[in-house]
């Protein structure tokens, strides 16, 4: 399977910046979309941003927030800026693509998540 490492969150106040990074490992053959998705306590999981054929931001986070990649190291970054206090939440890092399952010595495809990491911003 394809496994997806987070880091960067924290705590910060409000107008402050923050930058997440996910890097995905495993016999990954091929990467169709990255993403970040949060979760806010009594709320469900929405989407924040992903960058696939297109990149697609959350409206409440146009223009703060930026998505990016590197394939060479099959990670992506969410830089963070202009922090509110409405940005606090787990932040997960989502990634949909194909890996090698050498059991059976074929390609499947995989939508891994990873464990989430905490960003809290403060009034």
């Known amino acids: 399977q394809v496994q997806l490492v987070e880091s960067g969150g924290g705590l910060v106040q409000a107008g402050g910046s923050l930058r997440l990074s996910c890097a995905a490992s495993?016999?990954?053959?091929?990467?169709?979309?990255m993403g970040w998705y949060r979760q806010a306590p009594g709320k469900q999981r929405e989407l924040v941003a992903t960058?696939?054929?297109?990149?697609n931001y959350a409206d409440s986070v146009k223009g703060r927030f930026t998505i990016s990649r590197d394939s060479a190291k099959n990670t992506v970054y969410l830089q963070m800026n202009s922090l509110k206090p409405e940005d606090t939440a787990v932040y997960y890092c989502n990634s949909v693509g194909t890996y090698y399952y050498s059991t059976i010595g074929a390609s499947r495809p995989y939508n891994s998540w990873g464990q989430g990491t905490q960003v809290t911003v403060s009034s």
């Open positions: 495993g016999n990954i053959i091929s990467i169709h979309t």
């Open positions: 960058s696939g054929s297109s990149i």
